[in-house]
């Protein structure tokens, strides 16, 4: 069992940057949760992969449209992972979510846990 907990999300004009929070919270089995990841759901649009990292080691996964512009890090002895974006587009306009699974993907169907999601908007 994970509990995730976004924040940070808010509105911010196209070019401007904002960091998401998720705190991980009664984690039972940190093996099922090695795994963190970012992911968005924009209006009328599937969810999608962002951004993915292990807690321990292992690659880091970012989507096309985010590399260079998106930065994953974590903090263990939080046990936060973060999301800083900067040179944001409204694009980027979306329902951030963030999630845990065993192992990292850009693909929600491997996620088991996840969070209740901060909105992010970006105006033009």
């Known amino acids: 069992q994970v509990q995730l907990m976004e924040s940070g999300g808010g509105s911010v004009q196209a070019g401007g940057s904002l960091r998401l929070s998720c705190a991980a919270s009664?984690?039972?089995?940190?093996?099922?949760?090695?795994?963190r990841g970012w992911f968005r759901q924009a209006p009328g649009k599937e969810r999608e992969g962002v951004a993915t990292?292990?807690?321990?080691?292992?690659?880091?996964y970012y989507a096309d449209s985010v590399k260079g512009r998106f930065t994953v890090s974590r903090d263990n002895a939080k046990n936060t992972v973060y999301l800083q974006m900067n040179s944001l587009k409204p694009e980027d306009t979306a329902m951030y979510y963030c999630?845990?699974?065993?192992?990292?993907?850009?693909?929600?169907?491997?996620?088991?846990?996840w969070g209740q999601g901060t909105q992010v908007t970006v105006s033009s």
């Open positions: 990292v292990y807690i321990g080691s292992g690659p880091t």
């Open positions: 999630a845990a699974s065993a192992l990292c993907s850009l693909y929600p169907e491997d996620f088991n846990y």
């Open positions: 009664a984690v039972t089995y940190r093996s099922a949760s090695a795994c």
